[in-house]
């Protein structure tokens, strides 16, 4: 779908339990798609160094492109259900995946910007805020969708 199934527009949505979440342009997770821009500029400029900023920003944003098509994949939509908190998890919309792209394209310029020392203290603190905010961050999202741990998934939805 192109917009959330309610058919109204919002740029932002804070609540992660709510079905408008990845449905509306940014929400939560936008900063987690933004630390995957910081992930692919430090990878990216560690792997290719010469290939000039430009071209390593629109290979990435490709990259993050690529990804949001994975992500709404059945399959994946399903992991998501089945093995973390997201129980409720619809998919995307393409709204919320243009979001997801311009926050991963701004993550990639900020680490850009900040450079790796300070890349990864931003890193460590948007993890851990995102932690105590949604219970869920980049890194523990990665674990939980390649080896589900039921005491964090239980964790995760409070009980």
Do not use: K
Not at 126 to 142: F, K, M, P, S, Y
């Amino acid at each position: 779908m192109w917009l959330c199934s309610y058919g109204r527009f919002r740029l932002w949505v804070s609540d992660t339990w709510s079905p408008e979440n990845s449905q509306q342009f940014l929400d939560p997770y936008s900063f987690t798609h933004l630390l995957h821009g910081f992930i692919i500029c430090g990878l990216l400029a560690w792997i290719i160094p010469r290939v000039p900023a430009i071209w390593r920003l629109c290979f990435a944003v490709s990259f993050e492109a690529l990804w949001e098509v994975a992500e709404n994949t059945d399959y994946i939509i399903e992991r998501y259900r089945g093995v973390t908190a997201a129980i409720g998890y619809q998919g995307d919309t393409i709204l919320n995946s243009l979001g997801d792209i311009l926050s991963f394209g701004v993550g990639f310029m900020v680490a850009r910007q900040l450079g790796f020392r300070r890349s990864v203290v931003v890193f460590v603190v948007t993890e851990l805020a995102l932690l105590i905010w949604i219970r869920d961050g980049l890194i523990l999202n990665v674990i939980m969708l390649i080896y589900p741990i039921e005491a964090v998934r239980a964790w995760q939805m409070g009980h």
